[in-house]
């Protein structure tokens, strides 16, 4: 995970000096499917933090967030992975690099489908992984 947003941003409004001061920004919030707005998790001095900070824009999807800070709405927290193009291009700044937590990743397959000779590969190799 990436708290992020745009060089505009930060140049009006600052970096956050520390976790706590997040909940001063204006932030861009992921809304979960039970209406629930997704916390910032964190890893601080082998301290666990969770944040819901204070966001003044709420999607119900990450690219739709990604799309927010993009446009300097503010912080998203988001997934690496989906801004990692705006990252080494530079349109985002990550921050609290060290702090962000990293989730497992997720593998999806249908077993009743059809399955290609390459998805089968792929899905035994993960299976002992």
């Given at each position: ?6 060089p ?23 809304r979960?499917?039970?209406r ?57 700044i ?6 962000c937590?990293?989730l ?7 077993p009743?489908r ?16």
């Amino acid at each position: 995970m990436a708290v992020a947003a745009t060089p505009h941003y930060f140049t009006t409004h600052g970096f956050p000096k520390d976790l706590q001061e997040l909940t001063q920004y204006q932030c861009i919030g992921y809304r979960l499917s039970n209406r629930e707005l997704f916390s910032w998790e964190f890893k601080d001095n082998g301290e666990q933090i969770k944040l819901t900070p204070n966001c003044r824009w709420i999607f119900n999807s990450s690219q739709s967030a990604k799309d927010a800070a993009l446009l300097h709405l503010g912080l998203a927290y988001l997934p690496e992975n989906l801004i990692e193009t705006e990252l080494a291009s530079g349109q985002l700044i990550s921050i609290f690099n060290q702090s962000c937590i990293t989730l497992p990743p997720l593998y999806l397959y249908y077993p009743h489908r059809n399955v290609s000779p390459a998805l089968r590969a792929v899905i035994d190799t993960l299976k002992i992984s």
